[in-house]
């Protein structure tokens, strides 16, 4: 599904012009939903953001992939399937803009256990689930844990429309964490090749010494 489809769908589920949505989710300009509307642009994270925040029954994975259904907490509608794990976790790297291997690291588990909740194969276990929300608490337990609600944690504050403040460092404060781990990971490459590097220069100095010694004894045979 094209971004510009999702989008018709939501100002249709809402029964909201491009301006009434846009002042729901907090944007500043619909001129950004309408570039989307025409194809022009896609829904950027920035807007997808948004949305999860202030549209808490809208399904994450389908923004993300237009797959699965819009509509993830609708009581009229018993039998709606609940968003798979799998589903959350392709959500949560989308937002992170993370590789699978790359989030296991961050969060200190084996990226087998990543590809394996993907695929079906698991659940995401408590521990699982606690190390995600101790690495990024941003994140909602309840849509972690049931799959209902928005996947941002809705206790840092819903605002009032036209407020993007909480919004934005939502997504801001995921933005460093983001970086802080990649810091690390770099410093550590760091460390890595500095002690790699050590070892060769050592090389180097054994050779040079043994060079010498050999051209002192070439030297002194010559005599």
Known sequence: ?????KLKALLSHYNLTTSGFAAKIGLSEEKVLNQILT??????????????????????????TGCGQ???????????RPMTDGEKICCI?????????????????????VYDIQR???????AVQKK?????????????VAGEGGIYNAKNGTQPI????????????????????????LKKDVEMWKSKCDALQQIVDNQNKVIDILSKNHNEQQR
């Open 1 to 5: 599904m094209k971004d510009s489809e």
């Open 162 to 185: 036209g407020d993007n403040n909480i919004v934005n460092a939502t997504a801001d404060s995921i933005a460093i964490t983001k970086l802080n781990s990649d810091i690390e990971i």
């Open 39 to 64: 194809g022009t642009y896609k829904i950027s994270k920035a807007v997808r953001t948004k949305i999860y925040k202030y549209c808490q029954d809208i399904n994450a994975y389908w923004l993300s």
């Open 93 to 113: 790297l989308d937002e992170l803009s993370m590789t699978a291997s790359k989030f296991a690291e961050t969060i200190g588990i084996g990226k087998q256990t």
């Open 132 to 144: 995600i929300m101790d690495k990024y608490p941003n994140i909602s337990r309840e849509w972690l």
């Open 70 to 80: 819009m509509i993830i907490k609708d009581y009229k509608n018993k039998n709606i």
């Open 120 to 126: 079906g194969k698991c659940r995401i276990s408590r």
